[in-house]
């Protein structure tokens, strides 16, 4: 019955939001709080940097001498993964609280949206993208430049490097890195972007900050 | 109700039967809503009037399916909307209904004629088509010349324009207009609602507008009053003109 009505009225359910338009939104979003967005990237910078020199160190140090381990070295190891894992946890919490704050401010935005009929998952969508767009860039900065740091340490430290560099194993650390970054920015952006996209588009707007 | 819609042959638009809003905040609760039914058929232009918190913009909220009704049934072209899902729901924001706002709620960072797009995107337009179609809307609305500005580079009667030109967007039956006026001046208050009024007469589109703005009174057909939650009285344009004065008198 109740089907049969609907029918009537020609209700659907078919509602896009394309990929393109939704990345040409989220670019703009991020464009339009460019002072807010460089922060929270600086933060992923760095981050991200620290991580990729020490990865790099990790893998010149390696090839210098590889048949050597030494307790010394472990255990500096040891410190190093605790220093990253907390720098990677700041840097999430970081990113969250962005994100929060950026979904705070734009209430009413979410909620217009949702009244021109946007899904909830459109709204997720827009938050992710941005987040990618912010993690991406942030991580392909911060982990060139922890390269080029890394790089400049180990030739301070070895000569000949560059011709003994594992170049391969190098590169294959700063993909690491950047996967690493931008995955840690959707995940910081995850919970914000839900909420952002549960809300009920009369609430939504009603909200005066 | 439904024999006489048949025998009529209009259709309501909206119909709303003993519909209640109960807003708990913590151990308080108020009753916003008291049991509302109304109906409104096709083609009519309707004004919901009424004091600050008598109700008005709840209403207004659950007629477009912004909020859940605590009690009671809200019918849009005769289909019960508890009964839709989310992207039916969806679907019925986005091409049955068109929204406009007292605070215009354009998006910041998107000209005029994109924020117009934004609603034909989502029911599936390809980019160009949307394009076109808006700009003819920001035509239609007299703000040709302006597609390229920003909602902040715009007046408030601009604004809202766009807003209305929005609204259009994907030929919505019913256009709800939540205190469309409130925020401009009486110059420009009258022109957006002498605009509502020519597309209700040229497109046919339904439009439910609350308000308190008395100037809506010599175009709506008929006039809905709230107070405390429930219907006071509902008037036909005809039968209004005789208390305008002493309204008028109430309220200054």
């Known amino acids: 019955m109740l089907t049969d009505v609907k029918e009537r009225a020609g209700i659907k359910r078919q509602i896009k939001l394309p990929n393109r338009e939704a990345f040409k939104i989220a670019l703009r979003s991020v464009k339009i709080r460019l002072w807010r967005s460089v922060i929270t990237m600086v933060g992923i910078v760095l981050t991200i940097a620290f991580l990729s020199s020490v990865m790099t160190s990790g893998t010149i140090a390696q090839a210098a001498a590889s048949d050597r381990t030494d307790a010394a070295a472990l255990s500096a190891k040891a410190t190093q993964v605790w220093l990253i894992a907390i720098s990677l946890l700041i840097c999430a919490v970081g990113i969250t609280n962005a994100m929060l704050m950026s979904v705070t401010e734009r209430y009413r935005e979410i909620g217009t949206m ?24 942030g991580s392909v900065l911060g982990a060139t430049l922890g390269f080029i740091a890394g790089l400049l340490a180990g030739m301070s430290q070895y000569e000949h490097l560059l011709g003994a560099m594992p170049w391969g194993k190098a590169l294959q650390n700063v993909a690491v890195a950047i996967g690493i970054g931008t995955g840690l920015a959707v995940i910081g952006a995850i919970y914000p972007a839900r909420r952002a996209g549960k809300m009920p588009p009369a609430d939504a707007m009603r909200t005066e900050i | 109700m439904a024999e006489a819609a048949v025998e009529t042959g209009r259709q309501y638009a909206v119909k709303t039967l003993d519909v209640e809003k109960e807003y708990v905040m913590g151990k308080q609760s108020l009753m916003a809503l008291k049991g509302i039914s109304v109906e409104v058929m096709s083609g009519e232009y309707i004004s919901i009037m009424g004091p600050s918190g008598s109700g008005k913009s709840t209403l207004f909220n659950m007629i477009g399916g912004l909020d859940k009704p605590t009690g009671g049934k809200v019918y849009i072209d005769e289909v019960d909307i508890s009964g839709l899902d989310s992207y039916e729901l969806a679907w019925l924001r986005c091409r049955k209904i068109g929204y406009i706002f007292q605070t215009f709620n354009l998006i910041p960072v998107m000209t005029a004629l994109e924020n117009c797009t934004l609603p034909m995107i989502f029911a599936g337009m390809t980019s160009q088509d949307a394009m076109d179609k808006a700009a003819e809307l920001l035509a239609l609305v007299g703000l040709g010349d302006r597609l390229r500005h920003k909602p902040l580079e715009l007046s408030g009667g601009q604004q809202q324009r766009v807003a209305v030109a929005r609204s259009l967007a994907n030929d919505p039956a019913i256009i709800l207009a939540d205190e469309p006026t409130g925020n401009l001046d009486l110059r420009t208050g009258k022109e957006i609602i002498d605009l509502l009024r020519r597309l209700n007469k040229e497109k046919g589109v339904t439009i439910i507008s609350a308000t308190h703005d008395l100037k809506m009174l010599d175009v709506s057909d008929r006039i809905i009053w709230i107070r405390d939650g429930m219907v006071d009285k509902i008037e036909k344009r005809s039968e209004l003109d005789i208390e305008v004065g002493t309204l008028e008198g109430e309220e200054a």
């Not at chain 1, 949702?114 to 860039?137: H, M, P, Q, R, Y």
């Open chain 1, 114 to 137: 949702k009244c021109l009929g946007a899904l909830d998952w459109f709204v997720v969508k827009l938050f992710l993208i941005e987040a990618v767009l912010l993690g991406l860039i």
